[in-house]
């Protein structure tokens, strides 16, 4: 007798404790949005350093023009002999 209540107890417990789960992982999940954009932009660093890529990056494209212009050069005067 005295096991069939301690298993009874156990089972209720049990019960109660997957009801009590199941609710708490049924609760409204929050999703927040960052506009991490927004954010750099009212930075001054980063618009320094945004700044700074940018003609760097404009002077390599200049060179890789300039070098692409050579090569096709040589490429026709190859061609040509």
């Known amino acids: 007798m005295l096991n069939i209540e301690v298993m009874k107890k156990g089972i209720l417990l049990g019960i109660i404790f997957m009801v009590v789960a199941s609710v708490t992982a049924q609760k409204i999940q929050r999703i ?3 506009d991490t954009e927004y954010i750099l932009q009212n930075v001054p660093a980063y618009l320094q350093a945004q ?3 940018d003609a760097k990056v404009g002077k390599w494209k200049a060179k890789i023009t300039k070098e692409v212009s050579e090569i096709q ?4 005067d190859l061609s040509n002999e």
């Open 73 to 76: 050069s040589m490429k026709m």
């Open 32 to 34: 927040g949005y960052i």
């Open 51 to 53: 700044n700074s890529l």
